[in-house]
């Protein structure tokens, strides 16, 4: 049985798909079972062309989730920044296309979500 962020993390790596991108995870999961991680959309020469970054509010998340996109220069600026000990958040918040905090007891929220990725994935194609 999966978890209910799970189906919509399928959901997620079928716009990748239906957009001819290779998709991947990294995520990593709590005690509490809360997923937070990144996907990465990719063409078939390993350029990485998007990477959405999802997590759970560290106070009270109650299934809250925060998810960011970031393009390719976006992820370019969080790689870099890392490396010169910039906080990975500031630099997420201030280079992400787009942030969308969603619950995962409103469906509105989670097909806006989707909507929202997959117009702007199409957009760049």
Do not use: C
């Not at 996907?39 to 999802?54: A, G, K, L, N, S």
């Not at 998810?67 to 910039?86: C, H, P, T, V, Y």
């Not at 992400?96 to 994935?121: H, S």
């Amino acid at each position: 049985m999966k978890l209910f962020i799970e189906y919509i993390l399928d959901e997620l790596e079928q716009i990748g798909l239906n957009n001819n991108y290779r998709v991947s995870l990294s995520s990593s999961k709590n005690e509490e079972n809360y997923v937070r991680g990144v996907m990465q959309y990719f063409d078939q020469y390993f350029d990485i062309h998007f990477i959405i970054i999802f997590s759970h509010p560290e106070e009270n998340p109650n299934l809250n989730y925060i998810f960011w996109i970031l393009d390719r220069e976006g992820n370019k600026s969080l790689i870099n920044g890392s490396e010169k000990k910039e906080k990975k958040t500031d630099i997420i918040k201030e280079k992400a296309l787009k942030e969308i905090k969603i619950n995962l007891t409103e469906g509105e929220d989670i097909r806006y979500l989707l909507e929202e990725i997959n117009q702007i994935v199409k957009g760049n194609v």
